[in-house]
T-cell receptor, first 116, second 110 residues
Framework: GAVVSQHPSRVICKSGTSVKIECRSL??????MFWYRQFPKQSLMLMAT?????????EQGVEKDKFLINHASLTLSTLTVTSAHPEDSSFYIC????????????FGSGTQLSVL | RKEVEQDPGPFNVPEGATVAFNCTYS??????FFWYRQDCRKEPKLLMS???SGNEDGRFTAQLNRASQYISLLIRDSKLSDSATYLC???????????FGTGTKLQVIP
């Protein structure tokens, strides 16, 4: 089955630093990947859609200058949280669409970001 | 109206019980539908796709009603290990948009 690898799984950083999260599709090419954020006891919230070779599409209310997305290859998308603040502490998850017959969405294992 | 709506629960059921969840969607152009399971602080994992004809996988049955724009998930003979949050996912097709419901929490009690 399709595998999506995400790392790091956990990051603790000081306020004001930038954090990069990587999302890789290991055995398939993903022209589109999605980035989500999930606060405790809340649902997944789509932040942005990452398209290979073009700019990401951000959801309303998500600051594109704060959450930088780069999708430079068909197997890698990165999310950089710039100048992180405590309110950015959250669980970040990526996913990629796998197409073999029917479309299916596979997720990375998530990154728990804690900003001190 | 939200694009995808689910009853958040929690549903507390005894072991062995049958439980059903519904999910409604607002966009009639939606093309594919899924149920995902998410355990606490873990990534969602695909439970099953949902087809118009309905589909079954062991104790799990999923159905789609396009006319009424809802999908359902039925779990028979609930196990303690079924305790999780069940997410309804609706895809408009291609890479247009994938929308998640807020999830329904299930707690199976011994």
């Amino acid at each position: 089955g399709a595998v999506v690898s995400q790392h790091p799984s956990r990051v603790i950083c000081k306020s004001g630093t930038s954090v990069k999260i990587e999302c890789r599709s290991l055995d398939f090419q993903a022209t589109t990947m999605f980035w989500y954020r999930q606060f405790p006891k809340q649902s997944l919230m789509l932040m942005a859609t990452s398209n290979e070779g073009s700019k990401a599409t951000y959801e309303q209310g998500v600051e594109k200058d704060k959450f930088l997305i780069n999708h430079a290859s068909l197997t890698l998308s990165t999310l950089t949280v710039t100048s992180a603040h405590p309110e950015d502490s959250s669980f970040y998850i990526c996913s990629a669409m796998f197409r073999q017959g029917n479309e299916k969405l596979f997720f990375g294992s998530g990154t728990q970001l804690s900003v001190l | 109206r939200k694009e995808v709506e689910q009853d958040p629960g929690p549903f507390n059921v005894p072991e062995g019980a049958t439980v059903a969840f519904n999910c409604t969607y607002s966009n009639s152009a939606s093309q594919s539908f899924f149920w995902y399971r998410q355990d606490c602080r873990k990534e969602p994992k695909l439970l099953m796709s949902v087809y118009s004809s309905g589909n079954e996988d062991g104790r799990f049955t999923a159905q789609l009603n396009r006319a009424s724009q809802y999908i359902s998930l039925l779990i028979r003979d609930s196990k303690l290990s079924d305790s999780a949050t069940y997410l309804c996912v609706v895809n408009m097709g291609g890479y247009q948009k994938v929308t998640f419901g807020t999830g329904t929490k299930l707690q199976v009690i011994p």
